[in-house]
Structure formats: C-alpha cells, structure tokens
Nanobody, 118 residues
Framework: QVQLVESGGGLVQAGGSLKLSCAAS????????MGWYRQAPGKQRELVAG??????????DSVKGRFTISRNSAWNNWNKVYLQMNSLKPEDTAVYYC?????????WGQGTQVTVSS
C-alpha cells in the first residue's frame, strides 16, 4: 500500500508563490503516475498537474506557465513530488491533493489548503 502526505499549503497574497510537497511511502514501485488535484468549495475536484514514470508532464490550461510539477529523483529512486506555484491568483484557492495511480487502487493524500487573497 502507498501512503501520501502533503505539506506546504498556506495563505498567500495574489501574485505570490507556494511550493507543495507530497511525500510517498510504502509500495512506491507500484506507482506509474503522480498528480496534483485541487477542489474549491462547491466545485468538482480537478487535475492540476501530472507526471508519469516516463517523465511525461501535463498541466491544466488554467495553470500552464505558472505551476511546475517535479520529483526529487529519477522514477526508480524518488519519494517526493512537488508543485511549485507562482503568480498565484485568488481562483487558485482550494484544497490541493496529491494522487498516485498504478498497479493498486488510486491513492489520495489528506489534502493541504491553499488560500490566495486578493
């Protein structure tokens, strides 16, 4: 089983930056895709960014050019995934979740709150 723990959320003014971290433990070898999702009040959870074992990265259109997903090492030796968020906007306010997909069931972290004030 895989466990995910997010950190790095907080309150920031519009235009500011935050870096989220997702620490993975357990059967990391079973993961082939890691992602960051977010859910704002009254809205559905949406994909923000994802990275595959092969290094393919994708972003939601709303964050392209502002957010960057990365990991701390090559796929066979990683245990953290990051989301660098720059030029934050009030509409980026949400609970951000780390996600892992692979051989087993999809795993979610507990979420970390990001609040961007105008």
């Amino acid at each position: 089983q895989v466990q995910l723990v997010e950190s790095g959320g907080g309150l920031v003014q519009a235009g500011g930056s935050l870096k989220l971290s997702c620490a993975a433990s357990g059967s990391i070898f079973s993961i082939n895709t890691m992602g960051w999702y977010r859910q704002a009040p009254g809205k559905q959870r949406e994909l923000v960014a994802g990275i595959t074992s092969g290094g393919t990265i994708n972003y939601a259109d709303s964050v392209k050019g502002r957010f960057t997903i990365s990991r701390n090492s090559a796929w066979n030796n990683w245990n953290k995934v990051y989301l660098q968020m720059n030029s934050l906007k009030p509409e980026d306010t949400a609970v951000y979740y780390c996600n892992a997909e692979g051989i087993g069931p999809t795993i979610w972290g507990q979420g970390t709150q990001v609040t961007v004030s105008s």
